[in-house]
């Protein structure tokens, strides 16, 4: 009898042993994004994005990482297979030849250019008006099909991020830096710079959608199928909402419904 019981304990150990064994291990990379993905000295990441795959991750047994990297340096480490997930790249069609795009957005940003001091350049949508002029671009940014074609128009310089933009649309060393509000503002905040630069009066420079995009090495592209349809699993039960309400950030509407963001209250840019 002793025998028979040592036999299935022994059994039993080697099944979940076996469970554990199979337990997929994803690393998802990013950088700062502010309500997205936010590294917390000494503590796990916070955010959106963070929150979103921890709750996919618990649906589907993931054994789930994070780490923060530049941004170029994350999309590369996806592309070569190094990681699994990239958080949050807005979808273009350079970008689809590079990565596995779960198809569902779960955020969406306006793309805007910031100015200096008044009076700032004009701005009414027209690229040829800013010939002649610095503009800043971020590294590793996409800023949407009309900004592309407008490039060999424009004066472009790349800096490393959108903080070093700022510093220099201070200085003068650029007339223009071409960013999102969502990341702009809590820089500008931090750089005590609220009252003396700011978006520039006129039309978007693009509005675009951002979500998780996987390596095309194998197995990432069968990982992002499975985050697709956990994603629409949270969608149903509530939970995904729910979490772009808790972080501040407007949920996309299904793709091919709207273009329209479910808009939220205003709130503060940190939680």
């Known amino acids: 009898m002793m025998g028979r019981w040592w036999g299935w304990v022994a059994g039993l150990c080697v099944v979940v042993m076996a469970s554990g064994a199979m337990a997929q291990e994803v690393l998802a990379v990013g950088t700062s994004f502010p309500r997205l993905f936010m590294p917390v000295p000494g503590n796990p990441p916070e955010g959106l994005a963070v929150e979103l795959l921890q709750a996919v991750a618990q649906q589907r047994g993931w054994q789930l990482r994070f780490e923060h990297y530049p941004w170029p340096r994350a999309q590369a480490m996806v592309e070569h297979g190094q990681a699994q997930i990239l958080i949050g790249p807005y979808r273009t069609p350079e970008r689809e030849q590079r990565f596995v795009f779960a198809p569902s957005a779960f955020y969406e940003d306006r793309l805007v250019f910031y100015g200096g001091p008044a009076p700032r350049p004009h701005w009414q949508g027209d690229y040829r008006a800013l010939a002649g002029l610095e503009i800043a671009q971020v590294a590793g940014w996409?800023?949407?099909?009309?900004?592309?074609?407008?490039?060999?128009?424009?004066?472009?310089?790349?800096?490393?991020?959108?903080?070093?933009?700022?510093?220099?649309?201070?200085?003068?060393?650029?007339?223009?830096?071409?960013?999102?509000?969502?990341?702009?503002?809590?820089?500008?905040?931090?750089?005590?710079?609220?009252?003396?630069?700011?978006?520039?009066?006129?039309?978007?420079?693009?509005?675009?959608?951002?979500?998780?995009?996987?390596?095309?090495?194998?197995?990432?592209?069968?990982?992002?199928?499975?985050?697709?349809?956990?994603?629409?699993?949270?969608?149903?039960t509530g939970e995904w909402p729910r979490l772009n309400q808790k972080w501040g950030v407007g949920l996309p509407e299904v793709d091919g419904a709207s273009n329209a963001l479910w808009r939220l209250p205003a709130r503060a840019y940190s939680p």
């Open 142 to 236: 996409a800023y949407g099909e009309a900004f592309e074609q407008a490039r060999p128009l424009l004066r472009l310089t790349t800096v490393r991020d959108v903080e070093t933009g700022l510093r220099m649309l201070r200085t003068g060393r650029v007339a223009l830096l071409a960013t999102n509000e969502r990341n702009t503002q809590p820089v500008l905040a931090n750089l005590g710079l609220l009252q003396q630069l700011g978006p520039v009066e006129g039309p978007a420079i693009g509005q675009l959608r951002g979500h998780f995009a996987c390596s095309r090495q194998p197995p990432a592209p069968a990982l992002c199928e499975t985050l697709e349809l956990a994603l629409q699993q949270l969608r149903r």
